[in-house]
């Protein structure tokens, strides 16, 4: 997908919820186009994940606070995978 509406706010047929800004390009973009998502041969069906625009965000939002060491209580309805987005923050740093 490609960068939207330069500058200013994001396009009116997105939510501002659904688009990220990139600061050094200075453009709008969707969450989902800043994943590239393969699932491995070797991946057993238990462990496939796809990441969906609420997860990106979520993990993306987790690892700014961590870097800047801010106390985080990310809270949801179960079965939303908030502890498997908590985990792999974690484990990348």
């Known amino acids: 997908m490609k960068p939207t509406a330069a500058y200013g706010f994001p396009p009116i047929e997105n939510s501002l919820f659904e688009m990220q800004f990139d600061f050094d390009k200075k453009n709008w973009f969707p969450w989902k186009s800043s994943v590239e998502y393969r699932i ?54």
Do not use: A, C
């Not at 496939?48 to 993306?60: E, G």
């Not at 700014?64 to 502890?83: A, C, N, R, V």
């Open 40 to 93: 491995p041969k070797e991946t057993e069906f238990h462990e496939i994940f796809i990441p969906t625009t609420d997860s990106i965000r979520h993990r993306f939002i987790l690892s700014m606070l961590t870097i800047h060491s801010f106390p985080t209580l990310f809270l949801g309805k179960t079965g939303i995978l908030l502890e498997f987005n908590l985990f792999f923050v974690l484990y990348s740093f």
